[in-house]
Nanobody
Framework: QVQLVESGGGSVQAGGSLRLSCAASGYTFSRYCMGWFREVPGKEREGVATVDRGSSTHYGDSVKGRFTISRDNAKSTLFLQMNSLKPEDTAMYYC???????????????????WGQGTQVTVSS
């Protein structure tokens, strides 16, 4: 059974930092593209960053230069280092896995696309 479990969210003041983690199990982590996405009630889900099997990365324009996505294949864990946080970064953050991705889009193959339950990030001004 595939599981993605996010952690590391919380409340922080503007300008602060947080590091999100996503522990994956139930599939071969290294063979999947991984990504971070965020949602705010009333708005469309936004792609934050993705890292493919070859560790190539893509970032949303709003987080470039502030966020860094990385993966540890040996530990089946995905990370998102978030620096210089802004109030507009407040959202529920989800990690996702799919066999492939194109830019900030996860590509479902044979029904394989997995999502975690999310971790809340709140940035106060």
């Amino acid at each position: 059974q595939v599981q993605l479990v996010e952690s590391g969210g919380g409340s922080v003041q503007a300008g602060g930092s947080l590091r999100l983690s996503c522990a994956a199990s139930g599939y071969t982590f290294s063979r999947y593209c991984m990504g971070w996405f965020r949602e705010v009630p009333g708005k469309e889900r936004e792609g934050v960053a993705t890292v493919d099997r070859g560790s190539s990365t893509h970032y949303g324009d709003s987080v470039k230069g502030r966020f860094t996505i990385s993966r540890d294949n040996a530990k089946s864990t995905l990370f998102l280092q978030m620096n210089s946080l802004k109030p507009e970064d407040t959202a529920m953050y989800y990690c996702a896995a799919a066999p492939a991705c194109a830019g900030l889009f996860m590509i479902r193959v044979s029904g394989q696309e997995y999502w975690g339950q999310g971790t809340q990030v709140t940035v106060s001004s």
